[in-house]
Nanobody, 115 residues
Framework: QVQLVESGGGLVQPGGSLRLSCAAS????????MGWYRQAPGKQRRLVAA???????DYADFVEGRFTISRDNAKNTVYLQMNSLKPEDTAVYYC?????????WGQGTQVTVSS
């Protein structure tokens, strides 16, 4: 069973930055498509960003150039660098991935943007 473990969430002021990490216990990580979703209280879970095994990336419109998804196959880890954070970015951020994007999910990490 593949496990995805997120880290890096926390409390940050508006305009600040955070880097989320997701470590995968998967031998075939380099073949996986990986992504980040987020879910704010009372709202649906939404895709934030995704990266294919070949390194192609896709972002939600609301990212507006502020976030960068990347991966390190040697470390079995995917990252989400978040800059210029806004209060509306407050949510639980989930890592997901696999041969199909939604094969496996992490437990989530809380990101709170507040002054």
């Amino acid at each position: 069973q593949v496990q995805l473990v997120e880290s890096g969430g926390g409390l940050v002021q508006p305009g600040g930055s955070l880097r989320l990490s997701c470590a995968a216990s998967a031998r075939s990580f380099r073949d996986y498509v990986m992504g980040w979703y987020r879910q704010a209280p009372g709202k649906q879970r939404r895709l934030v960003a995704a990266i294919t095994s070949g390194g192609n990336v896709d972002y939600a419109d609301f990212v507006e150039g502020r976030f960068t998804i990347s991966r390190d196959n040697a470390k079995n880890t995917v990252y989400l660098q978040m800059n210029s954070l806004k209060p509306e970015d407050t949510a639980v951020y989930y890592c997901t991935g696999g041969i199909g994007l939604h094969d496996y999910w992490g437990q989530g990490t809380q990101v709170t943007v507040s002054s």
